[in-house]
C-alpha cells in the first residue's frame, strides 16, 4: 500500500535525540530553546516558542494574542476541528465563513459582510489548509480597516508563503503542528510565531503555568511544554523541511501535467503571489467519490477525505446550537475532496502507478 503519508526519520533525527536521552535533561530546556531559534530564523519572525502539540499552540497563539472570553472569533467551517476547539477552549465564541472553492480557505470576499453584519467580532483565525496561503492582501486589508486580532492557523503550512513571506508571520501571532503527518514532525508537538513582544512574554507565561520564576503563578496558565527529546527531532527535520518540500512540490507538479483534462477530475491549485507547501495535494471527484476511495484501496494507493463533514456540523458543535447553519462551498467540498499520496517518501515508480489507476477510474 503507498501510505497517504509517512514521516521520514534517519540517522540525523536519531543522533540528536541520543544526544539528549544521554544528557539527562528530558523536557524543556536547551535544546527546545536551539530549535525555537531555528524555527524563527527560518520563517523570519522575531520570536517562536515551542509548545505540546499545534492545539495547545493554537490555545496559546489566541489567548496571548488578547482573544477574550466572550469575542467572537471569524474562522473556517472547514479544517481540522482543533482550529475552533482553540476557540472554545479560550471561552470565546466561533463564528463560521465559508471557504472558496480553489483554495478550499475562507473566503476574503465574505469576510466583509460577517464584520459588517454581526457585532462583536474581534478576531480572525485563519486556515492555511492543505498548505496552500489564504488571500493575504484582502485579509490584511480588513485587519486594517476593522482593528482585528489575527491569528494564523499554518499547522498545515511549513514553508508556505505568499508574496516571499513565510505565512504565520502576518497575524499577531501564527501556529503550526508537528504532528507526524506534517510537512515535518517532532512526534507530538507545535510551535507558536510571534513578532510581538508583549505576545511574546504571554505566550511563556502561559505555557508554563504563569511561572515568572520563584513559584510566584501570577495567572492562571498551563503545562503546553515541548521536551527536549522532541525539540530534538524538530531541530532534524526542520534542516531536511526545504528537501521534503521540494520533493512535494515535484510530485505534485507531475499530478498535475498528468491528470489533466479529465472531465470528472479537478486539480489543486496554486496561485501566482504563492508557495504552496503542498501539504496535501487534494483533488475533487465528481464521480462518486467514495467509491472512488474505495478504488484506489483496492489497488494498494492509500487516500483520505480532509473532511467529510464540516466542523459545525459535528456532534459537539450541533449541540452547541450551529446546527442551522449551511456552507454551499465546503459542504461541497466535503462530498468530493480527497487527498492522494503527495510526501516526499512517493517514489517515481508510486507516482505513475498513481496517475495509471486515477486515470482508468470509471
Ligand atoms: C489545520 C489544523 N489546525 C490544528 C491542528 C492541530 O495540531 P495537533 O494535531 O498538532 O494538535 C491540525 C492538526 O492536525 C490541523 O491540521
Known amino acids: 500500500m503507498i501510505p497517504v503519508a509517512k514521516p521520514l526519520i534517519d540517522d540525523v533525527e536519531k543522533q540528536k535525540v541520543m544526544e539528549v536521552l544521554e544528557s539527562g535533561m528530558l523536557s524543556i530546556g536547551k535544546t527546545v530553546q536551539e530549535f525555537e531559534k531555528a524555527f524563527a530564523d527560518y520563517t523570519g519572525a522575531k520570536y517562536a516558542i515551542a509548545a505540546s502539540s499545534g492545539t495547545t499552540a493554537l490555545h496559546l497563539a489566541l489567548k496571548a494574542s488578547g482573544v477574550q472570553p ?43 459582510d460577517f464584520l459588517k453584519n454581526i457585532p462583536g467580532i474581534k478576531a480572525l483565525l485563519i486556515v492555511h489548509l492543505y498548505g496552500h496561503p489564504c488571500d493575504m492582501d484582502k485579509i490584511m486589508e480588513l485587519v486594517e480597516k476593522y482593528d482585528l486580532i489575527l491569528v494564523e492557523d499554518a499547522a498545515q503550512a511549513h514553508g508556505a508563503k505568499y508574496n516571499g513571506r513565510h505565512v504565520g508571520t502576518f497575524g499577531k501571532s501564527g501556529i503550526f ?50 521536551t527536549n527529546i522532541s525539540a530534538a527531532i524538530g531541530l532534524g527535520q526542520l534542516e531536511k523541511l526545504d528537501g521534503f518540500n521540494k520533493a512535494r512540490s515535484e510530485n505534485a507538479a507531475y499530478y498535475t501535467e498528468h491528470l ?23 483533488i475533487k471527484v465528481k464521480k462518486d467519490r467514495d467509491r472512488f476511495v474505495e478504488y484506489l484501496k483496492e489497488n494498494g494507493i492509500g487516500s483520505r477525505v480532509y473532511y467529510p463533514v464540516t466542523i459545525p456540523s459535528q456532534t459537539l458543535y450541533k449541540e452547541l446550537g450551529y446546527d442551522e447553519l449551511s456552507f454551499p462551498v465546503a459542504d461541497q467540498l466535503c462530498k468530493e475532496v480527497v487527498s492522494i499520496p503527495v510526501h516526499p517518501a512517493v517514489t517515481a515508480e508510486d507516482r505513475e502507478k498513481i496517475v495509471k489507476v486515477i486515470k482508468n477510474y470509471e
Open 70 to 112: 466572550g469575542d467572537k472569533v471569524l474562522t473556517t467551517p472547514f479544517s481540522f476541528v482543533a482550529t475552533a476547539n482553540s476557540i472554545l477552549y479560550t471561552g470565546a465564541i466561533p463564528v463560521f465563513c465559508d471557504v472558496e472553492d480553489k483554495t478550499f480557505n475562507i473566503d476574503a470576499d465574505k469576510i466583509e
Open 177 to 226: 503542528s508537528f504532528y507526524p503527518t506534517k510537512n515535518m514532525t517532532t512526534s507530538e508537538g507545535g510551535m507558536v510565531i510571534t513578532n510581538d513582544d508583549d505576545v511574546y512574554t504571554e505566550l511563556k507565561l502561559l505555557r508554563e503555568h504563569g511561572d515568572t520564576g520563584g513559584y510566584d503563578h501570577k495567572v492562571l496558565g498551563y503545562n503546553y511544554r515541548m
Open 260 to 282: 489533466k483534462g479529465l472531465d470528472w477530475l479537478e486539480l489543486p491549485v496554486s496561485d501566482e503571489k504563492c508557495v504552496h507547501c503542498y501539504h496535501q495535494y487534494t
